[in-house]
C-alpha cells in the first residue's frame, strides 16, 4: 500500500443512513476497484462484521471504521474513526451514547414540520430507517422526497432540516477530546471529516485542529467527495501545517443519492502521507 493505493475509508450502509447493505457496498467497492475499504456508519460499528466478512469473501483488504457526531463550538463536526477494535467496550458505550436522544429529536423535527403543514414525517421517515438507534436527517430527506415536497435530498437540505429551517433542531453530540479516546483507546486513528463543510472562521477552524491535535488525533480527510478542487488544495496545505496523515473517502450513500462512488475519487496528492501507512496492521 502507498500513497496511490485506491482507498476509500468513508462510505455509509442501511445500518445508518445509507441504502446499501454492507454486503453490497462491499460487493461495489470491489467492482469499483478499491484496493482498501472502509465502512464508517453514523456513531455505530453494528455493520462491521458483515463489512468484514464481505470485504473478506471478495478479497478486499478491509478497516473497520466509524463517523462520530461531535459537538465543537455550536457546530455538529464529524470524526472518522478508523481501525479500531469493534468489539472495544468503551468505544461501543460512547456510540450507543451518542446515539441516544436521535429519536426524541426526530419526533421534534416532525412536529416541526407538521407546523409547515408536512404531516406524519415520523413515520414517514421511519420507513426508511433500517436501524430504529439511527434515525437521521437523511431519511427525512427521503420522505420529502418521496412526497413530492422536494425534487431532490440536497434540495431537501436547502429548504428544510438545517440551521434556520423548518425541521431543525440542535442537538448536543460527544465532545470531540471522547471521540477521539474512544478510537485511540480502541487502537484505531481519529480523522477529522470533510473539514470544508463546516460553518467555521479561520479562527474556530483554527482552534478544531489545535484541540484535535492534542487530544491525540492524527488524521484529516483531504480528497472526500464533499471537497472541491480548490478545497483539496486548501486542506492539503493544513495537514501539512498541523503534521496530520491524510484520509481519503467517497462519503458514498446510495446510488442515487451520491454522486461520487466508491473508488472513484482522485488520489492524495503526492506530497501528504497516507493515513493507512500508521494503520497497516490493523488491515484485515
Ligand atoms: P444527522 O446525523 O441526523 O444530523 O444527519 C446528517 C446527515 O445528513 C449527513 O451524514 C448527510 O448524510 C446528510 N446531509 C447533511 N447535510 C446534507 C446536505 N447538504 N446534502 C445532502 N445530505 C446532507
Ligand atoms: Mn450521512
Ligand atoms: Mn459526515
Ligand atoms: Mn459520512
Redesign the pocket.
Known amino acids: 500500500m502507498n500513497i496511490l493505493t485506491n482507498a476509500d475509508l468513508?462510505c455509509?450502509s442501511d445500518v445508518s443512513d445509507g441504502t446499501l447493505t454492507p454486503e453490497a457496498l462491499a460487493a461495489r467497492a470491489k467492482a469499483n476497484g478499491v484496493e482498501l475499504w472502509a465502512l464508517?456508519d453514523h456513531d455505530e460499528v453494528g455493520g462491521q462484521q458483515r463489512a468484514m466478512a464481505a470485504a473478506a469473501a471478495h478479497g478486499l483488504p478491509y478497516l473497520t471504521g466509524t463517523?462520530i457526531s461531535v459537538s465543537f463550538a455550536d457546530v455538529t463536526v464529524?470524526i472518522v474513526g478508523l481501525g479500531f477494535d469493534p468489539d472495544d467496550p468503551h468505544l461501543k458505550a460512547g456510540l450507543a451514547a451518542t446515539r441516544g436522544g436521535r429519536e426524541a429529536r426526530a419526533r421534534e423535527m416532525a412536529e416541526q414540520l407538521a407546523r409547515v403543514g408536512i404531516k406524519n414525517a415520523f413515520e414517514g421517515a421511519l420507513k426508511y430507517v433500517g436501524n430504529p438507534d439511527l434515525i437521521s436527517r437523511t431519511h427525512f430527506a427521503r420522505f420529502l422526497v418521496e412526497t413530492g415536497v422536494c425534487n431532490s435530498t440536497h434540495e431537501v437540505f436547502r429548504r428544510f432540516l438545517t440551521e434556520g429551517k423548518p425541521g431543525y433542531v440542535p442537538h448536543r453530540w460527544a465532545r470531540l477530546r471522547d471521540a477521539v479516546r474512544w478510537i485511540t483507546e480502541a487502537g484505531g486513528q481519529a480523522v477529522i471529516?470533510h473539514p470544508a463543510r463546516y460553518a467555521f472562521s479561520p479562527t474556530q477552524e483554527y482552534a478544531l485542529f489545535s484541540e484535535f491535535k492534542q487530544h491525540g488525533g492524527r488524521g484529516v480527510e483531504v480528497v472526500t467527495g464533499s471537497h472541491s478542487a480548490a478545497e483539496y488544495v486548501k486542506y492539503t496545505e493544513m495537514a501539512q501545517e498541523f503534521d496530520l496523515y491524510a484520509s481519503r473517502g467517497s462519503?458514498f450513500h446510495s446510488p442515487d443519492e451520491s454522486h461520487t462512488d466508491l473508488g472513484t475519487l482522485p488520489p492524495l496528492p503526492g506530497q501528504l502521507k497516507p493515513i493507512w501507512e500508521l494503520l497497516s496492521a490493523r488491515v484485515v
Request: hydrophobic share 15%; proline share 0%.
Open positions: 468513508h455509509h464508517t463517523e464529524h471529516a462519503d
